[in-house]
Each structure stands twice: as C-alpha cells, then as structure tokens.
C-alpha cells in the first residue's frame, strides 16, 4: 500500500504509480535532478521578470544573462521561453491596443475631416469623432508602451 504524498513538480497529493510516476503530471517523484533543473529555471525567470520591471530591456538583458551563476543550457531555456512569451505578449498587444488604437484615430481624423470640409454638419457626428481618436489615441500609446517594455 503507498502512502499518499505531495508530487515535488506539480505539488499535488497524490500515489504513485508501480514505476513511481505522478499519475496527474506523468513525472518521476524521486527525479531530484528535474527539480533542481525547474526550480534554477523560475530562478532565473523571476530575474528577468525582476530587471523587467526595473525597466531594463530582454534584447540587453540577453547577453549578460549568459554571465549569470547558472548553468548555461537552463539559461539558454528560459531565454528561448522567455521570448516566446514575449512574442506572444507583443502580437497580444498589437492585436487588442496597438491595430484597433490606429483604426479608431484614422477614423476619428477622417469623420473630422468630413465634418470640417464635408457636408457632414452634425453635432453627433463631431461628439463620434472625438470619442473614436480619444480612444484612438490612448489605445494607441498604451499599446506603444506595452510593447516597449516587452522588448
Ligand atoms: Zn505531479
């Protein structure tokens, strides 16, 4: 009869199974190896989540990086993750913030536009045109800045 006990990778109660595999993660409960390996990896991603905020940027970080008390595959890892999760949070912000930003300012500027030189003289039509390049706008450079910071 095994005894229940916490999985080290996934830290669920579990029981092993006959070849001592956690049955929810599929990972050897006694592979003290993988864990030192996970645990030197969220090291160094919390780092780089840490010199981030200070404002230093990936591209910099990256070559300096390889200076850093760890052994080099796990930080080429993480750095490898670590993009990917960039690229997806860049390709995030363009998408919600940086594409749909530009398309309300361009409308918002070409409504002006018509309102000003065109035949459109309505007041509702001007009040659209400014809550379509004040969201235009805002939307525009909180995506710029987003975007800054992820790279
Ligand atoms: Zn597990």
């Not at 990972?27 to 996970?38: G, H, M, N, Q």
């Not at 160094?44 to 850093?68: D, H």
């Not at 750095?79 to 390709?91: C, K, T």
Request: proline share 5%.
């Amino acid at each position: 009869m095994a005894d229940i006990l916490e999985c080290p990778h996934c830290h669920g109660r579990i029981i092993p199974t006959a070849a001592n595999l956690c049955p929810g993660c599929g990972k050897d409960v006694a592979d003290l190896a993988e864990i030192r390996k996970s645990e030197i990896r969220d090291i160094i991603w919390n780092r780089i989540v840490a010199e981030q905020r200070k404002g230093r940027r990936f591209i910099a970080l990256q070559s300096e990086m390889t200076g850093w008390p760890f052994p080099r595959g796990e930080i080429e890892m993480v750095q490898q993750e670590y993009e990917q999760h960039l690229a997806i949070f860049r390709h995030e912000t363009v998408m919600r913030l940086v594409l749909p930003g530009t398309g309300a300012l361009l409308l918002g500027i070409g409504i002006t536009a018509c309102f000003l030189f065109g035949p459109l003289g309505f007041g509702g039509v001007h009040i659209v045109a400014d809550g379509l390049m004040f969201y235009g706008l805002l939307s525009l450079m909180v995506g710029l800045m987003r975007w800054h910071r992820a790279c």
